[in-house]
Nanobody, 122 residues
Framework: QVQLVESGGGLVQAGGSLRLSCTPSRTIFSSRAMGWYRQAPGKQRELVASISNVGVTNYADSVKGRFTISRDNAKKTVYLQMNSLKAEDTAVYYC????????????????WGQGTQVTVSS
């Protein structure tokens, strides 16, 4: 098993910035993709951004031009830089690791982090 630990959430005013990080609790030998999802109260969880193991990125239309996803392959850490934040970005943000392999004897699987709260005040 592996835990994905998110950090960097908090309270920020509209127009401000935050940087989220997602770090695995143990060495990950390989991954297919990493992504950030969010879930606002009363809404379904939605994809915010994802990045493949070769660096191909994908963004929700609502965050294009404002958010940037990146990864440090050596550390198997993924980041989400969020700029020009809006009140509607308020949500719990979750990190997801897709197709993670944590070593011999383990199966390839998807993992979710516990989530980090992002609150944008208007």
């Amino acid at each position: 098993q592996v835990q994905l630990v998110e950090s960097g959430g908090g309270l920020v005013q509209a127009g401000g910035s935050l940087r989220l990080s997602c770090t695995p609790s143990r060495t990950i030998f390989s991954s297919r993709a990493m992504g950030w999802y969010r879930q606002a109260p009363g809404k379904q969880r939605e994809l915010v951004a994802s990045i493949s193991n070769v660096g191909v990125t994908n963004y929700a239309d609502s965050v294009k031009g404002r958010f940037t996803i990146s990864r440090d392959n050596a550390k198997k850490t993924v980041y989400l830089q969020m700029n020009s934040l809006k009140a509607e970005d308020t949500a719990v943000y979750y990190c997801k690791g897709e197709g993670l392999w944590i070593g011999p004897g383990s199966s390839i699987a998807d993992y979710w982090g516990q989530g980090t709260q992002v609150t944008v005040s208007s």
